[in-house]
């Protein structure tokens, strides 16, 4: 496994083209018929991400190694927190050790703006990723179900991570 690192992204238009390819190949078969479109526009487009990155303190990056960008992440710095709001990785890079790699490259983030936990927000039924949160040491903290809209709710688990 090569080394990875996390490059801010500037241009969200190619970002948005990245997380979408990424987001039919995983989440179109795993969905109801509809959602990965909706939630692909709702989460993931070129203007939501100005707008977080604008409004709510948000930071996108690519995740690189030697051979190219291999994925995406999107953190918010909150006053007390840091919020991992997306860690997607293009299907061959994943279940390799790349996902824990850049959840180091997460936590350093957190450390460096002096934030003491991590929380995210997880499908409930999405265990790879359950399972690999857990193995990192993150902790249930509730079950939530969110109206995202559009007949589509987003059944989640809240998970927190201490530094």
Do not use: C
């Amino acid at each position: 496994m090569s080394p990875i690192r996390m490059k801010e992204a500037s241009d969200l238009k190619e970002l948005a083209k990245f997380a979408k390819a990424i987001w039919l190949e995983h989440w179109k078969p795993l969905l109801p018929e509809g959602q990965t479109e909706y939630m692909i526009e709702l989460f993931h487009s070129e203007k939501v991400m100005k707008e977080q990155i604008e409004k709510a303190h948000y930071h996108y990056f690519y995740l690189e190694t030697e051979e190219g960008v291999i994925g995406y992440t999107a953190l918010s710095v909150k006053e007390d927190h840091l919020f991992l709001s997306k860690l997607y990785m293009l299907k061959n890079y994943r279940h390799k050790g790349y996902g824990s790699a850049a959840f180091g490259l997460i936590k350093e983030f957190a450390a460096k703006h002096s934030l003491p936990k991590i929380i995210l927000t997880v499908k409930r039924t999405n265990t790879p990723a359950l399972d690999a949160y857990l193995k990192w040491g993150f902790k249930i903290t509730k079950s939530i179900d969110t109206d995202i809209g559009s007949g589509f709710v987003m059944p989640d688990y809240v998970m927190e991570y201490t530094l």
